[in-house]
């Protein structure tokens, strides 16, 4: 049972324009999120995170959504530059401590 | 930063024989690591939670005598994949909460292919 998802396996975007992944999840005691880039065969790095506490964080060119009515989060990159090309995961977990969920990714591709 | 580095990143080993993957925290203690796995174009799934002094958790369908996970530290975590065969060939991955810090930091990954 998939409690995290992301419908959209692949994405382009023109370079300069803004990226919008989405992500999904169906258990309501998630309560911390994360988004993570991935390049092939190396580990995910953490992008930006949000708790439940708030609707909205920002670092960057990265900013990232939180709607906990519709249990649904993403992630704009604004201005989208190529080195952005990756897969991009959000993960969810109950808290500190806890295992994290991870969705099936997003590969976004920024043509220059 | 905190700097989880797992070793080694690539390896390729005989049907049969076991392979030792290490995870370690760099600069902080890890009371909790996990280990994931992640199939081609499939998400991350969690292996085990690995508990410093005791005894690994491990999730439903992963055989506990096959993935064999000692934490005997605070800054090691290791995963033993014993009579590896070749559909154990997968993407390996670890992370650890550094305390009550909410981020979870993750590994290289290491990548196994059982010929």
């Known amino acids: 049972d998939q409690q995290v998802k992301q419908n959209s396996p692949s994405l382009s975007v023109q370079e300069g324009r803004i990226s919008i992944l989405n992500c999904d999840y169906t258990?309501?005691?998630?309560?911390?999120f994360l988004w993570y880039k991935k390049y092939p065969a190396e580990g995910p790095t953490f992008l930006i995170s949000?708790?439940?506490?708030?609707d909205k964080n920002e670092d960057g060119r990265f900013t990232v959504f939180l709607n906990k009515s519709a249990k649904h989060l993403s992630l704009h990159i604004v201005p989208s530059q190529p080195g952005d090309s990756a897969v991009y995961f959000c993960a969810a977990s109950e808290g500190p401590g806890n295992q994290f969920y991870f969705g099936t990714g997003t590969s976004l591709t920024v043509i220059p | 930063g905190a700097v989880v580095s797992q070793h080694p990143s690539w390896v390729i080993c005989k049907s049969g024989t076991s392979v030792k993957i290490e995870c370690r925290s760099l600069?902080?203690?890890?009371?909790?690591m996990f280990w994931y796995r992640q199939f081609p174009k499939q998400s991350l799934m969690l292996m085990a939670t690995s508990n410093e002094g005791s005894k690994a958790t491990y999730e439903q369908g992963v055989e506990k005598d096959k993935f064999l996970i000692n934490h005997a530290s605070l800054t090691l975590s290791t995963l033993t994949v014993t009579s590896a065969h070749p559909e154990d060939s997968s993407f390996y991955i670890c992370?650890?909460?550094?305390?009550?810090?909410?981020?979870?930091?993750f590994g290289q990954g290491t990548r196994l292919t059982v010929v």
């Open positions: 600069d902080f203690q890890a009371t909790t």
């Open positions: 949000i708790s439940s506490i708030k």
């Open positions: 258990n309501s005691m998630f309560d911390y």
């Open positions: 992370s650890a909460y550094r305390g009550l810090n909410t981020e979870a930091f």
